[in-house]
Nanobody, 127 residues
Framework: QVQLQESGGGLVQAGGSLRLSCAAS???????TGWFRQYPGKAREFVAA????????YYADSVKGRFTISSDNAKNTVTLQMNSLKPENTAVYYC?????????????????????WGQGTQVTVSS
């Protein structure tokens, strides 16, 4: 069973950048690896995902053009580069896997289909 470990969170001023990493141990990453975030008292929200077979990427509308997800097969690592950060991006960011092909973007962005969550990493953006 794959185990995921997030790193790279921290405190940054608005307009700044952070780079999150998700490292896998055990089995290799499954069909998709992605990032979700969670605000206090809210459900986990889709941020970005990448397909390991063709490196196709998927983004929530709110992060398009500012966040970039990428994968490194040799290191079994997925990275989320976050630029032009805003205070509303403050959340705990989680890495997860989805082990099967998806039928639609809507399905991909639903956290119920994902698993193997890491412990999360806090991102705080100050205004």
């Amino acid at each position: 069973q794959v185990q995921l470990q997030e790193s790279g969170g921290g405190l940054v001023q608005a307009g700044g950048s952070l780079r999150l990493s998700c490292a896998a141990s055990g089995r290799t990453f499954s069909t998709y690896t992605g990032w979700f975030r969670q605000y206090p008292g809210k459900a986990r929200e889709f941020v970005a995902a990448i397909s390991w077979s063709d490196e196709r990427t998927y983004y929530a509308d709110s992060v398009k053009g500012r966040f970039t997800i990428s994968s490194d097969n040799a290191k079994n690592t997925v990275t989320l580069q976050m630029n032009s950060l805003k205070p509303e991006n403050t959340a705990v960011y989680y890495c997860g896997t989805l082990p099967r092909p998806i039928a639609s973007f809507g399905e991909l962005s639903e956290s119920i289909w994902w698993g193997g969550w890491g412990q999360g990493t806090q991102v705080t953006v100050s205004s």
